[in-house]
């Protein structure tokens, strides 16, 4: 039998990768099962439109990061949208997902939606970056994390940008916001199936174009203020910002929620608990040792904040239509 050379580098990708990827495809499923069953209809076809959406956005805006040599991404992995593995926009795409949904059913107001579901999307991504980018293994010669920064900045928080979090604030922050833009339009034309297709259809397109925008570049760096990537102070106080008021939000609107079945609504604190355990697990088996105090602290914190609120809900009927 005559073995590919290019089969046997495919098959040595380092195994943590593997696994990883592995989880990815697993929890999006897990998410589109949810999906089917608890929605009926054509909501059904539309959450389900909505999750491959945010793989879309994210994947152009991943795409667009790489050839803007921002950071890059090892081309051995099990299947690459362009220059950008489906399992990491699988990755976000979950997350999303189970911050949208626990926003929801603690009925924070539909404008202060967008910022819950970005800020618990940054405590997620405050475990995921440290050790990714340090679960480092020699790629063909080269010693390589599951993602790189290309560029040298300095003073960077637990070895990540700080923009990083930021740009991940509103990565989620864009698409929900369009997303229940969508929704609400969709509803207030007493259901029209061309306005249903049409914000499935557009809500990435506009998710993208809003990333790339000057306004983003404003809410990231300060940019045309400071110049971009240059200026550590512009970007801590914008992270900071962004932070402090999702927080006052959230904490203004603590009492709204509904009491939520955890068993029958596991998504919730599903996705992030198992996200999290992973981090914390390959930080400490791998010996990342700058990624031990965000693994634990953030993990912590995130999951704290939603045993606080899920685990005194009393057992309720299953609720419909996610």
Excluded at 138 to 160: A, C, D, P, Q
Excluded at 173 to 182: C, D, E, M, Q, V
Excluded at 211 to 218: A, L, Q
Excluded at 264 to 282: E, R
Aim: glycine share 6%; net charge positive; with cysteine.
């Amino acid at each position: 039998m005559n073995y590919r050379p290019e089969v046997i580098e495919y098959l040595s990708s380092p195994i943590t990768w593997v696994i990883a990827e592995i989880l990815a495809f697993v929890l999006f499923i897990y998410c589109l099962a949810v999906i089917i069953k608890q929605n009926k209809n054509r909501n059904r076809v539309y959450r389900t439109f909505e999750l491959f959406g945010f793989v879309v956005f994210a994947g152009i805006f991943e795409n667009i990061g790489v050839i803007g040599n921002t950071y890059n991404y090892s081309l051995d992995r099990l299947v690459m949208i362009g220059v950008v593995p489906l399992s990491i926009l699988m990755f976000e795409a979950v997350i999303f997902y189970a911050a949208l949904r626990f926003a929801e059913l603690m009925k924070f107001p539909k404008w202060a939606i967008p910022f819950v579901v970005g800020f618990l999307g940054v405590l997620q991504d405050l475990t995921i970056d440290p050790v990714a980018v340090f679960d480092l293994h020699l790629v063909k010669g080269v010693m390589e994390g599951r993602w790189n920064w290309t560029s040298h900045y300095k003073e960077m928080f637990f070895g990540i940008p700080y923009f990083n979090y930021t740009g991940w604030f509103f990565l989620m922050f864009y698409y929900a916001t369009l997303i229940l833009l969508g929704r609400y339009l969709y509803k207030k034309s007493k259901e029209k199936t061309s306005v249903g297709i049409a914000y499935i259809t557009i809500a990435p397109i506009a998710g993208v174009l809003l990333i790339v925008s000057p306004i983003n570049r404003f809410l990231l760096f300060l940019y045309p203020i400071f110049p971009l990537f240059k200026n550590r102070v512009a970007e801590i106080s914008m992270l900071s910002l962004i932070m402090i008021v999702s927080m006052v939000i959230m904490f203004i609107y603590r009492k709204r929620g509904e009491m939520v079945n955890i068993i029958k609504q596991p998504v919730v604190w599903v996705i992030p608990l198992i996200l999290h355990l992973f981090d914390i697990i390959l930080a400490f088996s791998l010996k990342i040792t700058l990624a031990y105090i965000p693994v634990i602290l953030f993990a912590s914190v995130h999951l704290g904040y939603l045993a606080y609120y899920l685990l005194k809900s009393k057992i309720k009927g299953e609720t419909k239509d996610v």
